[in-house]
């Protein structure tokens, strides 16, 4: 079956965004966005009356709001295994795409393009609400606002960092070293955290203790 007209507008963004984790933002031509989508090409100025500048906009803003909700979801739970899931799925970006995936945010943030000013003031509303969701997070863990939000921008900084690494030794390595050592540190630093291993052995207490 044919994918709907009225999907258009939603699969040129998304298509936008892949190509800027692959590509960049100078490569993100809207000729390799209609061919990546497969959206028709009269779609293109009615859907984005800006062109290029307005599709890269919100093909950052649509992986902004993607990365949000991941992250929004975690925040009911263990705020370290929160963390690490977020690690886990940059992994299996980068495994998954044979290590050419990189963050579209940061693609843009770091373009030359002549519109290079306006895609890094939205890259960096995106990376603004990504430090402060996770800070939220971890402050659900009993940390301080201020300290919240320094180890939030730290965990976002080496993230990226680790997937640019990756992209370049074409290897999880780097993030994998990075989730092991900011597992560790929030282990040690979140003091209001569950604790898996005491709910883990209250099971087996309960179990042991209740009639067979």
């Known amino acids: ?10 699969r040129m963004i998304s298509s936008a965004a892949e190509l800027l984790g692959e590509q960049g933002a100078g490569a993100t ?37 993607v990365m949000a909700r991941r992250i929004a979801a975690a925040r009911a739970g263990d705020p370290v295994a929160a963390i690490d899931a977020f690690f886990t799925l940059w992994r299996e970006r980068m495994i998954g795409s044979g290590f ?26 995106v990376f603004g609400r990504w430090q402060e969701d996770l800070s939220a997070l971890l402050m659900t863990g009993g940390l301080p606002e201020a300290r919240g939000r320094r180890l939030a921008a730290f965990i976002l900084g080496a993230v990226e960092g680790a997937v640019v690494l990756c992209r370049a030794e074409r290897s999880t390595a780097p993030l994998d070293a990075a989730a092991a050592e900011i597992h560790d540190l929030l282990v040690h630093a979140l003091p209001d955290r569950p604790d898996p ?16």
């Not at 390799?32 to 803003?61: C, K, M, N």
């Open 1 to 10: 079956m044919s994918p709907r007209k009225s999907d258009s507008r939603e």
């Open 29 to 65: 031509s809207i000729d390799r966005v209609l061919a990546h989508s497969g959206a028709p090409r009269g779609s293109v100025y009615h859907h984005f009356p800006e062109g290029r500048a307005q599709l890269i906009d919100e093909a950052v803003a649509f992986a902004g709001d």
């Open 100 to 125: 050419r995936s990189g963050c579209p945010v940061v693609a843009a943030a770091v373009a030359a393009d002549e519109e290079g000013p306006r895609w890094a003031d939205s890259a960096a509303a």
């Open 197 to 212: 291993a005491a709910d883990a052995g209250s099971d087996t207490d309960a179990g042991e203790n209740s009639p067979s």
